[in-house]
């Protein structure tokens, strides 16, 4: 069952649209970021779920109860939200401010606390490691300090749901990590529901179960890290456009910022690759897919994948297997329908020599050849008898042969063929 629910939620503020029509539910005990551009309604979801904007339309239900309708005590048992200023100005010490956790029971603030809740105070101050600071004052604390008192409080609520609105602003790395370290702690070991905005995306990734993604007040996408964040909504929203590399065993990604090379409609592109040679050249890519095509591959290889991934003409053998006659002369015909053949920086053996005299065939048929790297071959030939070099230097000879030694490189050559 869900426990937070969103219906339908509009937000305006005067009568401009803040947040558009919303609908998600949020799973009991999940890690969910919140990502976005500036000005795409983090904050104001963090705040209307936390009850503190009145929404235009719709509601949000808390195990089925409209939270703007809630008793104050009920949420606060309920919902902790940690403010994005931290840095609030006060003579307390820690331990006073982790003891306000318990206060909302009360009918009135600084009434004796019970031994039950100076149990809950000592057990919330030890699972965020300050029980050391107990007596500090609060405002001289570190970034990193002040956060964890913070999450004590939380704790000392006995709140079931955390919302946090950029947990991390202002703390150095390491305090970042350490911050969204015993966030997921917290999460694993207690089930606290993590509701975060979070700036950084890589911390966001590597820490949630689910993200939802927003973008002009709505939710633009939602799911796991590596649904979400991918080229194309990283291109739509945040106007990046860049190439994103996925560890799937780390939930890590990198993200490289590239100038991609556009494929006009006059050039057809076939690439000869295997191995994973092809992966950053076919990705350097945009435009019309149609116009390019890459052979011959093994099926399930790097480069194999990323032109499914692309929807690209792939021709393709079974895994590990040689190439056969028929793939070969595949291979020919896409070479025959192109202007320009890039060969890329793959080692050549008896099982795909065959691409290599591909690439002979298409100097022969007068295509202008694009090779991938320098004329250091000798390292990438493992035929017996070294009969991969032969063909390659035999290339190399040819006169619209050009060596790409980098992307500069081989923008110039296509440019040169538009
Ligand atoms: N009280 C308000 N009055 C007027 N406009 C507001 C108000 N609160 C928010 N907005 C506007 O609503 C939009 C969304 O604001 P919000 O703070 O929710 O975005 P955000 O995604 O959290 O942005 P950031 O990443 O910059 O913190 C912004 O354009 C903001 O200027």
């Not at 994973?276 to 945009?286: R, W």
Request: aromatic share 8%; charged share 25%; hydrophobic share 40%.
């Amino acid at each position: 069952m869900g426990e937070i629910i969103i219906k339908d939620l509009t937000v305006e503020v005067n009568s401009l649209k803040i947040l558009d029509d919303l609908n998600f539910t949020f799973e009991k005990g999940k890690f969910y970021s919140i990502i976005g551009p500036n000005g795409s309604g983090k904050t104001t979801l963090i705040k209307s779920l936390g009850g503190l904007i009145k929404p235009k339309r719709g509601e949000i239900l808390v195990y089925n109860e409209n939270i703007h309708l809630m008793d104050g005590k009920k949420r606060a048992g309920i919902i902790a939200m940690l403010p994005q200023n931290i840095h609030i100005d006060t003579s307390f010490t820690v331990k006073e401010i982790v003891e306000m956790g318990r206060y909302y029971q009360k009918p009135y603030i600084f009434q004796n606390l019970t031994k039950e809740d100076q149990n809950i105070i000592k057990w919330a101050m030890e699972q965020v490691k300050v029980e050391e600071l107990a007596n500090r004052q609060y405002n001289p604390l570190s970034g990193g300090e002040k956060q964890r008192v913070l999450l004590a409080r939380a704790l000392s609520q006995r709140a079931e749901i955390f919302l946090l609105d950029e947990p991390t602003a202002n703390l150095d790395i390491n305090y970042q990590l350490e911050i969204l370290k015993l966030l997921d702690e917290l999460n694993k070991k207690f089930g606290i529901t993590i509701i975060a905005v979070l700036h950084d995306l890589q911390l966001a990734a590597k820490f949630s179960d689910e993200i939802l993604l927003m973008n002009n007040g709505r939710i633009y996408k939602h799911g796991v890290p590596s649904d979400v964040i991918t080229k194309d909504t990283i291109k739509e929203v945040f106007k990046i456009t860049s190439n994103i590399y996925w560890d799937s065993f780390t939930n890590d990604f990198t993200i490289k910022a590239v100038d991609l090379l556009s494929i006009d409609d006059k050039i057809k592109i076939h690439v000869i690759a295997g191995g994973g040679s092809g992966v950053h050249i076919l990705e350097l890519f945009e435009g019309n897919y149609n116009n390019l095509s890459l052979g011959v591959v093994n099926r399930e290889d790097l480069d194999w994948k990323k032109g499914k991934e692309l929807n690209i003409k792939v021709v393709e053998i079974p895994p590990y297997s040689s190439i056969d006659l028929i793939s070969h002369q595949e291979n020919l015909r896409l070479i025959d329908e192109a202007n320009l053949v890039i060969l890329c920086n793959t080692p050549f053996g008896h099982g795909n020599i065959r691409n290599l005299e591909a690439v002979q065939y298409a100097l022969n048929k007068g295509k202008k050849i694009i090779v991938i790297g320098d004329e250091n071959f000798q390292q990438r030939d493992f035929t017996k008898d070294k009969g991969a070099i032969k063909i390659f230097n035999n290339i190399i000879k040819g006169q619209k042969v050009y060596f790409a030694r980098n992307v500069n490189e081989l923008r110039n050559y296509l440019k040169g063929e538009e």
